[in-house]
């Protein structure tokens, strides 16, 4: 189609006119047009996000994507060398994952399908991702489906993935730059990309539901067991805490208009009641497990029992997963992790201390994650509005409640926290949110002298984990390979540390500790031109800035001119001083 009649073709279906279109392409066109206000006769190309935002949205998808992986690559695995890419897109249109053949990299980068690449209906018109997004259904948009030019010659299939409430989490979408030209030919496609999906929110589910009850059900009794159609996790009393979107189709079949799924009683739906999962478990043959559904039709069950009370299944080396990324072979932190691993199926209160940057906040999610679940996660700053201190509390109920730098609280903020905490004590024990507090500040030294209440402290801190600061760290080479992982996966090349400019990170005094060594690797990584980064490659450290106008040789003649001293001064490594020293000529070269 020549793109002449591409736009005619435009017009002709925003006047109203029947096209030869799924409905929901035309649909599309039109939001494009009306409600982005584009024009199909200016093509744009992809829009690549930039590598700080794609981080930000790979953090945020982090789980699904581990999660989701090994399902892609087992989809990757039959499409490769078939010229598709597959791409996992965040609910924004974002891709945050990707598999294609590198003999094509540059082809399908200048395409948008690669890493990084927004694909939102509203930047990128009419596509896959985007128009699944909107629709929340699986679309094949094939060639000149697609609104801009631009795309016009891929032909893309996407279908959604939704989390185990019902919310739209990511899009899964295989896209190829050239294909046949009927439509048909990627029906096959749709059907792959519908049952990975499946897949994928099934083994979701799975994970976040170890610790409870779930009934797997199928149409067919001999996939039951291996590719069931739907599943709902279920907690002690029945009721529906998870599901996938098949099986929030099949629910919403048995109900009338918007009830709420997620809270109902499976024998709402099912013939069943709890007490009889236990004959659905596997040891039966599957025959016997036939189950009805209340407008008559019938299923065939499977009830998986919890693996454990809400506690994910240990790995290999004894720590739950969720502590695994926080520290390697250090004798203290492993102690310390073992320690949180211990009090995070608990309602014990927490105190996480330690310096800025130690990793605080990412301990507090590691031991709410750790407990599984779609749990609220919710943080209470002295920043936020205090009014709305109490509606934060109530939407932690059941989950964890974080409150950060408690020490920043004046004293009416202490009393009003402490009333709130309180008024905690009449919930449920089960619905109570779990506290955990953070803090860089000597909380107990703050009560002694008075700056702290007690009472507070107490209800906040029954226990204390510390968080070494970096410098005392014996992981650190640990540290910096996890983040040179995470940092480099966007470069073309793996790059590696010179053994020199690794012993000068060691040697430094990091005051900002672990956010401080994440930004000097992100730039080391970013600037670096070949695949080694050297010494000359390491930005400076912040704080060896002298204030108020003070010269280096101000600081050394203050610390009588020793170079240790200026370096701990300064918040560097002694090599920094003594090279700074030389190209400002106060020592010979
Ligand atoms: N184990 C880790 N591996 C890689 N990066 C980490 C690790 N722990 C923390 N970080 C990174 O270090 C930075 C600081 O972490 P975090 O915010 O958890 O620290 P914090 O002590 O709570 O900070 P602050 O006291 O300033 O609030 C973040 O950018 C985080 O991504």
């Known amino acids: 189609m020549s793109d002449l009649s591409h736009l005619r073709e435009i017009d002709s279906a925003l006047a109203g006119r029947s096209v030869d279109r799924d409905a929901l392409v035309a649909q599309s ?8 206000g584009m024009d199909p006769a200016k093509p ?4 690549i996000v930039t590598e700080a935002r794609l981080r930000e949205h790979r953090e945020q998808s982090e789980r699904l994507i581990a999660i989701a992986r090994s399902g892609l690559e087992a989809l990757f695995r039959q499409i490769a060398g078939q010229k598709y890419v597959l791409l996992l897109a965040d609910a924004k249109g974002v891709t945050v994952d990707y598999f ?85 030919s990627q029906s096959l496609a749709l059907n792959l990309v519908k049952a990975s999906v499946r897949r994928v929110e099934m083994a979701n589910l799975m994970a976040i539901n170890r610790g409870d009850w779930v009934l797997r059900f199928s149409t067919s009794p001999e996939f039951l067991d291996v590719d069931p159609e739907a599943a709902v996790a279920l907690d002690g009393s029945g009721r529906i805490i998870g599901m996938t979107h098949g099986a929030e189709t099949v629910l919403k079949r048995q109900v009338a208009g918007q009830e709420p799924l997620i809270g109902a009683r499976i024998d709402r739906f099912f013939d069943l009641s709890v007490d009889s999962l236990p004959d659905l478990m596997r040891g039966r043959p599957t025959e016997d497990r036939l189950i009805s559904l209340q407008d008559g039709q019938g299923m065939f069950g499977h009830a998986i029992a919890p693996q454990s009370e809400r506690r994910p299944a240990p790995v290999p080396n004894g720590m739950p997963a969720a502590f695994q990324s926080i520290g390697g072979a250090d004798p203290a932190i492993q102690r310390l992790l073992g320690e949180a691993a211990r009090l995070a199926p608990t309602a014990i209160p927490l105190l996480v201390a330690g310096e800025i940057g130690t990793g605080k906040e990412r301990l507090v999610r590691a031991i709410h994650t750790s407990q599984g679940g779609s749990r609220p996660f919710v943080t209470l700053t002295c920043a ?20 950060d730098a408690p020490e920043d609280l004046d004293v009416a903020g202490q009393g009003r926290l402490l009333r709130i905490i309180a008024g905690g004590d009449a919930l449920a024990l089960r619905r109570k949110p779990r506290l955990v507090a953070a803090s860089a500040v000597d909380l107990a030294g703050m009560v002694r002298g008075g700056a702290f209440r007690a009472d507070l402290f107490f209800r906040l801190a029954a226990v204390t984990l510390a968080l070494p600061p970096l410098r005392m760290r014996q992981d650190f080479d640990w540290l910096v390979d996890r983040m040179m992982r995470q940092f480099g996966h966007l470069r073309p090349v793996s790059l590696r540390l010179s053994p020199a400019a690794r012993a000068e990170l060691k040697a430094r005094a990091w005051p900002g500790n672990l956010r401080e060594l994440a930004n000097t690797l992100e730039v080391a990584i970013a600037l670096a031109e070949g695949a080694v980064i050297d010494l000359p490659d390491l930005p400076t450290a912040p704080l060896a800035v002298v204030e108020d106008g003070e010269s280096l040789a101000d600081v050394l003649a203050a610390c009588g001119g020793n170079m240790s001293l200026a370096a701990r001064r300064l918040g560097v490594n002694r090599s920094t001083i003594l090279r700074r020293a030389r190209r400002e000529g106060l020592l010979p070269h």
Not at 29 to 36: A, D
Not at 120 to 134: D, W, Y
Not at 386 to 391: L, T, V
């Open 29 to 36: 066109w039109r939001r494009c047009v009306e409600q982005y």
């Open 44 to 47: 744009s190309p992809a829009h």
């Open 100 to 184: 294609g053949d590198p003999k094509f990299e540059d082809e399908l980068r200048q395409a948008g399908l690669y890493l990084g690449s927004d694909w939102s209906e509203n930047l990128a018109g009419t596509c896959g991702v985007g128009s699944c997004i909107v629709t929340k259904e699986a679309v094949t948009i094939h060639q000149s489906d697609h609104f801009d030019l631009t795309h016009t010659p891929l032909s893309c299939t996407a279908a959604p993935i939704f989390d185990t409430g019902g919310n739209l989490a990511a899009v899964l979408d295989i896209s190829l730059l050239r294909s046949p030209q009927p439509k048909i």
């Open 384 to 403: 936020a509005p205090r009014e709305d201190w109490e509606a934060m509390a109530d939407a932690a109920e059941g989950g964890t409640l974080f409150i």
